[in-house]
């Protein structure tokens, strides 16, 4: 009785000899870092920066988003925090910034103090009031103008949606105008809570755009308790999404954001998701 397929020897050994590439990749998405969008912890980061970022080291997140704050950062206070963060042994890639970074003088202050910390996005944190969809490919075009001036320094800019970009403006959705009129190279930061608020499917958002979701922020909505439900205990299908994100979206890096607290404070909430964090990987 005869095999109901068969190999030849030669792709035999070409594929034994492949498995342990293919373990390894497998093992690289699982390895994707997973940071702390530090406005999750803002009453305290407002307080005491340096003792905040340790506490966040110490329960093992492995990068951190600084916010629109850092931006009245002097040179020298930005050294100081990329020695912490050496010092800690974690990351900040991408920095959460606000109109005054887009502008020509901001830019050039949002990359100094960005290098110095050894971040490589300056994120567009929000577009502000933005009127039609002309209002929105402006926005586009200003993103587009940054990254051109950031590329040559082997920087790059990027856009965090909010709920309204995923309302149709005369037919189209604001994050489809965002995305069709910007480079490849200007990253789609997709928060995932607010498109979920509204209806919209993060998967297919995902796929639709391979190579440009590099980051993430994982918040969580819950319909019945909305942001204040912790990762991991909310309506997201987080296994489903971070797979599309790691085989299609070409995530570098996970930022958790909560956005509410809840009992215990801010730290005890990212502690919270974090343990939520490793049980979904784990799984």
């Given amino acids: 009785m005869s095999a109901p397929y068969s190999i030849s020897r030669r792709t035999f050994l070409a594929m034994a000899g492949a498995m342990p590439f293919a373990t ?3 093992a690289a998405l699982k390895d994707v870092p997973v940071g702390l969008e530090l406005y ?18 110490k329960m093992g997140y492995q990068v951190v988003e600084f916010y629109s704050p850092y931006f009245d950062w002097t040179p020298d206070q930005a050294k100081d925090v990329r020695k912490l963060l050496d010092d800690l042994g974690i990351q900040c890639r991408s920095t959460h910034n606000g109109s005054p970074s887009f502008t020509a003088d901001g830019l050039q202050k949002a990359i100094e103090l960005n290098r110095i910390i050894g971040s490589k996005y300056i994120i567009m944190a929000s577009a502000g009031r933005v009127t039609g969809l002309d209002g929105w490919k ?12 950031l590329r040559p ?13 995923w309302t149709p403006v005369d037919g189209k959705r604001p994050m489809d105008v965002i995305a069709a009129g910007t480079p490849k190279d ?18 297919a958002w995902i796929n639709a755009n391979p190579g440009r979701i590099r980051s993430m922020h994982c918040k969580e909505w819950s ?23 790691e085989s299609t979206g070409g995530i570098e890096y996970y930022l958790i954001e909560q956005e509410q607290s809840g009992p215990g404070g801010q730290f005890a909430m990212a502690q919270r998701c974090l343990e939520n964090w490793k049980k979904l990987r784990a799984a």
Wanted: hydrophobic share 45%; charged share 20%; with cysteine.
């Fill in 153 to 165: 320094m082997g920087l790059a800019t990027g856009y965090h949606n909010h709920q309204p970009e």
């Fill in 138 to 149: 402006t926005v586009a075009d200003r993103l587009t103008a940054a990254a051109e001036q």
């Fill in 186 to 203: 200007v990253v789609l930061q997709f928060d995932v809570g607010t498109c979920l608020e509204v209806g919209a499917d993060p998967i």
């Fill in 24 to 26: 390894r990749a497998f």
């Fill in 40 to 57: 999750s912890v803002r009453d305290e980061l407002a307080k005491d920066l340096k003792g905040t970022v340790t506490a966040v080291a």
């Fill in 223 to 245: 319909k019945t308790n909305g942001y204040g439900a912790a990762f991991g205990e909310g309506d997201a299908p987080w296994k489903q999404i971070l797979n599309a994100a």
